[in-house]
């Protein structure tokens, strides 16, 4: 079992980045596969970027956010830059031991999440 805490969110101006991190519990961390999601008020969990086990395979849904990992540390990071009023949301990191998919059905561990919002 692995219990997930991000932190890193906050309020942002246009334009600006953040770097969100997400703090996981457990020894097997390492075989774990990572991704963040968002969700935005009315609107459904979205994922933004995944990253496989050993950090050697990302996807990002964005080329502005940026995904790693640094399992010595069993931390997970997301790095966003050029900020904008649409990233307003809730991230959440998410973990799963082989994702069927990138959805979030696929995952089965989640954090509480962090608020993200840009200011315009």
């Known amino acids: 079992q692995v219990q997930l805490v991000e932190s890193g969110g906050g309020l942002v101006q246009v334009g600006g980045s953040l770097r969100l991190s997400c703090a996981a519990s457990?020894?097997?961390?390492?075989?774990?596969?990572m991704a963040w999601f968002r969700q935005a008020p009315g609107q459904e969990r979205k994922l933004i970027a995944a990253?496989?086990?050993?950090?050697g395979s990302t996807y990002n849904a964005a080329g502005r956010f940026t995904i790693s990992r640094d399992n010595a540390k069993n931390m997970v990071y997301l790095q966003m830059n050029s900020l904008k009023p649409e990233d307003t949301a809730v991230y959440y990191c998410?973990?799963?031991?082989?994702?069927?998919?990138?959805?979030?059905?696929?995952?089965?561990?989640w954090g509480q999440g962090t608020q993200v919002t840009v200011s315009s």
């Open positions: 990253i496989n086990s050993d950090g």
């Open positions: 457990g020894r097997t961390f390492s075989t774990y596969a």
């Open positions: 998410a973990a799963a031991l082989s994702p069927a998919s990138l959805l979030p059905p696929a995952y089965d561990y």
